[in-house]
Each structure stands twice: as C-alpha cells, then as structure tokens.
C-alpha cells in the first residue's frame, strides 16, 4: 500500500484520445428509472449507462491524483496529512460500481473537452470540499488563476488560462433566499437564492447540492407568509420540519433551473455522517480507519440520510418527469448519486485531524480529507458530463 507524503505527480497522458471541442447541444434530457425509494442515476435513456451509485470501494495501490505537497489548495480543515493523521490507508480504494468499470479521472482530458466553458459549485461547505478536490485534480495539468476570493473562504472563481475554462464555488447553503436574524435563519422556500441565480447566465455547467444546513434553527416562508418553524428553533409556532422544507426548495430550485438555465445542471446528492457516541455539537468522533464492506448492499444508511436520500430522488426524478410530460425540448438535467458511496466510508473524515475554527467541535465527520474518498465524486462527474 502507498504511504509517503512526498512529491508524486501522476502521469497526466491521456487514457482516451482528447477530445477537439464538447457538443453540450448533443446532451439530451434523461429518462430516469427506479421507483421513488430508489436511486436514479441521472443519465440518459440507453439501457446500458451505468449506474454509478451502487457498488463497493476495492483496494488500490496507486497513489492518489495529487497530495498536499503537489496541491496548494487545500483547505486547513481538510488537510489531513498536514494535521497529522497518521494512517494513510483511506487513500488506496477506489469505487467499484456493480456494472461497469469507473475510468480514472484523466485532468487533461476534463480540462480538454471543456474550453471556454464555465462551472460553479453552488451550496455549502460539503460544496466547496468538492470544489477543492476538482481544483487540486486539475492543478496538476496547468495552475489556475485567481480570479477571485471571498476573505470568509465561501466564495472563489479560478481560471484555467490556456483552456480558459473557469471554475467558482457561490456559497449558498439552503440553495433559496434566506436572512439571518436573531439567531434564526428566515428561508423562503419559494424564492431561489439571488446570490446564484444572478450569476447563472454566465455558467455552462451548474453543480447545485444542499442538506444539512436545514437542521439550523429556521423559520420557514411561502409567498413572504410563514409556514412554520422547525423544531430546533424552539419558537412557539406551528413545526414544519426540515424534510417538507428541503423537498419545497428542491421543487423551487430545480423548477427554476428547468425553466432558466440552458447549460448542464447536476444535482448532487447528499452525503452520510459518520459521527460515534455524539454529534457535531456533542462530542462525535469517527476513528475508523477502513471503508465498511458490504458486498451485498444490504446495509441501510441512517434513518435520516436516507429519508434526506429519497426526498432528493424523488425531486429528481418530479423535474425529469415535468421536463417529458411539458416537451420543453433538451433540458440538461442529471444526478451525481454518491450517497452510498460515501456511506461506506467512515475513514475518510478528518475526524480530529483538523484546524478548528473558533465555536466548532474538535471532530469533523462530515467534511473529507484531500485528498480522499471525495476525489471518487469527479471521477463520476467526469463520466456524467463527457460520457
């Protein structure tokens, strides 16, 4: 297995011939399959796409893409090596779905096949994690640019000069317009956040995901008119829970996006927690050092990742069938489906091996090193976008 810190730079010579342009007219709406309890994979009507989503990691030993000494983008939390994990066994698996083969993520070719086009992540910090894995993947071929940088780390636009493809993180954790008053968020389910929804005309492709920010205490809105609270605020109004609000501002958001946006957008599921004996904000840790092995996949994710799970699904699959159902014509709608993916990989958190901002916890099972399982998401996105 590979354990050394130091500099390795991998290969960046193509694993298929490197594309002269990318047609996004030739993408065409997807036909998703599966039952409302189900995952759907987000691709296209051929029988023989795969489904990324179902699977298992098997061991590797090849480095990964990049590490914290050929990546200057890392961010503190997330730097596990720099913060002194000493394990280095959650970087040698790679995810196995159960009918195809995953490529390897190929920097040039991504950067290659889209030139002159732009990408945003839009969401919370699970986001931006994301962001930085596909930064340091692609720093690897060419330095990008800085554009530009939020000094409160939430929001960056990058520049790949001679590709001139640009890549941004907007930092908008409920997707929708929302205010922050008196210790309590005010979100307005029916309304998507002008934060995103003013910059969207710029980009080709949009990466839009959000979930746990809707356990924050929050006062709810439809049409500026309460709908309720949920009951982590401990307000005496009526309790609408984060499940229904989360559903309404999926609705609201990809409604939005079916209707405005002419590039790609992917909807990015949920990740899954790995917090033991506590929480976030009571002392959960997570010091497991091996992904679970469930070669069956008969585990079941936790109650609340999976109620989460379906909503999204569900969502989902509502915008593809509104897309069939009105002939809009080739909206660009897809799914990155890696729930169970990262649920059966509790050893890759930075758990204590972090740099704590002040009033967080001492133990991070939420976020994800980098490098690490996350790198696997745009493995996938790649497959997603380029086919």
């Given at each position: 297995m590979w354990r050394s810190q130091q500099h390795i730079k991998r290969s960046t010579s193509n694993h298929l011939p490197v594309r002269k342009s990318f047609d996004f007219l030739k993408l065409s709406a997807i036909n998703s399959h599966g039952t409302d309890d189900e995952p759907v994979t987000g691709l296209s009507q051929m029988s023989d796409v795969c489904d990324f989503s179902r699977g298992k990691w098997v061991p590797v030993e090849k480095p990964p893409l990049y590490t914290n000494d050929t990546c200057k983008y890392i961010h503190?939390?997330?730097?596990?090596?720099?913060?002194?994990?000493?394990?280095?066994?959650?970087?040698?698996?790679?995810?196995?779905?159960?009918?195809?083969?995953?490529?390897?993520?190929?920097?040039?070719?991504?950067?290659?096949?889209?030139?002159?086009?732009?990408?945003?992540?839009?969401?919370?910090?699970?986001?931006?994690?994301?962001?930085?894995?596909?930064?340091?993947?692609?720093?690897?071929?060419?330095?990008?640019?800085?554009?530009?940088?939020?000094?409160?780390?939430?929001?960056?636009?990058?520049?790949?000069?001679?590709?001139?493809?640009?890549?941004?993180?907007?930092?908008?954790?409920?997707?929708?317009?929302?205010?922050?008053?008196?210790?309590?968020?005010?979100?307005?389910?029916?309304i998507p956040d002008v934060v995103w929804s003013s910059q969207l005309p710029s980009y080709d492709i949009a990466i839009l995901s959000t979930g746990y920010w809707y356990f924050r205490p929050s006062i709810y809105y439809m049409n500026n008119t309460i709908l309720g609270t949920n009951p982590h605020s401990g307000i005496n109004l009526t309790i609408f829970d984060k499940l229904p609000a989360m559903r309404q501002a999926w609705e609201t958001v990809l409604n939005y996006m079916v209707d405005n946006f002419n590039g790609i957008t992917i909807m990015r599921t949920i990740t899954v927690p790995h917090f033991e004996s506590g929480s976030w904000s009571t002392g959960g840790s997570c010091n497991k050092t091996q992904p679970l092995f469930d070669p069956y996949m008969n585990e079941s994710l936790p109650w609340m990742s999976d109620a989460m799970s379906k909503v999204q699904n569900q969502e989902f699959k509502r915008a593809v069938e509104h897309i069939h159902s009105h002939a809009i014509g080739p909206k660009r709608l897809r799914l990155l489906n890696i729930t169970y993916s990262s649920f059966l990989r509790p050893d890759g958190h930075p758990n204590s091996f972090r740099i704590m901002t002040p009033h967080e916890p001492r133990s991070d099972c939420l976020h994800w090193c980098l490098p690490g399982p996350i790198d696997t998401w745009n493995e996938i996105l790649m497959q997603i976008i380029l086919g």
């Open positions: 503190r939390s997330q730097d596990c090596m720099k913060n002194g994990r000493p394990d280095r066994g959650y970087l040698n698996w790679r995810w196995q779905p159960l009918s195809c083969e995953l490529p390897p993520f190929d920097a040039q070719l991504f950067l290659q096949s889209l030139k002159q086009k732009k990408m945003a992540f839009i969401g919370d910090s699970i986001a931006r994690n994301h962001m930085h894995s596909l930064l340091c993947a692609l720093s690897q071929v060419e330095d990008p640019r800085n554009v530009y940088f939020d000094v409160k780390e939430k929001d960056a636009t990058w520049e790949f000069v001679s590709y001139n493809f640009t890549l941004s993180n907007i930092w908008s954790p409920f997707l929708v317009n929302h205010t922050f008053e008196n210790n309590i968020y005010h979100i307005h389910l029916d």
